[in-house]
């Protein structure tokens, strides 16, 4: 059954599912990653989409998910992430599935993080350089490299990006320091925002 009614509308939504659609035709992560990324550069710079409203409102306790779509025929989900001053998230994984992040609004630091050991729910990382994504900018993340924080490092700005999962993410593992550099895993329930 096709769900998409339960998704919110918005100015150029088949535009960007179109495109979104033409690069998960590939067969290949890294070549799917390379499309989304250009894909959703152009759905930025493009005036024609505009994200629906409620992205625009961040929550004041938490960064916001709220899901655009998911594709009935390719598996694929379409999620806006409102971030508030400040707001980021723990150290965590996309469950496997691979995932393009693309920064519609404002400017995030992505950090991300080399597993070095695993001792059963026990790892241990190393985090690379922190990365800057201004506004426009688009980067992926596919597994096993997928270890990573996100945060909006403004005071007193909004940050917006739009993330294309290989499927619905509806839990992911969240990695809480504990001691001598190890982290310990917990699995975390995804909610969605109202749209």
């Given at each position: ?33 390379q499309m989304l990324q250009l894909a959703l550069k152009q759905a930025i710079a493009d005036s024609t989409i505009e994200l629906p409203a409620c ?141």
């Open positions: 059954m096709d769900t998409t009614c339960t998704f919110p509308t918005f100015h150029g939504r088949d535009r960007l599912i179109a495109a979104v659609d033409h690069a998960v035709e590939q067969n290949d992560p890294h070549r799917i990653s992205v625009h409102q961040p929550v004041e306790d938490h960064y916001a998910r709220r899901e655009l779509y998911r594709s009935p025929e390719h598996g694929y989900s379409i999620v806006a992430m409102s971030w508030g001053p400040g707001q980021g998230t723990p150290l965590h994984d996309h469950s496997g599935l691979w995932c393009v992040e693309g920064v519609w609004l404002g400017q995030l630091e992505i950090t991300q993080y080399e597993l070095l050991e695993r001792d059963g729910d026990r790892f241990r990382f190393r985090p690379q350089p922190c990365v800057i994504g201004d506004c426009g900018s688009a980067g992926s993340l596919i597994p096993p490299h997928e270890y990573h924080t996100i945060r909006n490092a403004s005071e007193d700005q909004l940050a917006i990006s739009v993330h294309v999962y290989q499927g619905e993410m509806v839990r992911s593992s969240i990695f809480e320091p504990t001691t001598n550099g190890w982290y310990e895993r917990r699995t975390k329930e995804l909610e969605v925002d109202a749209a």
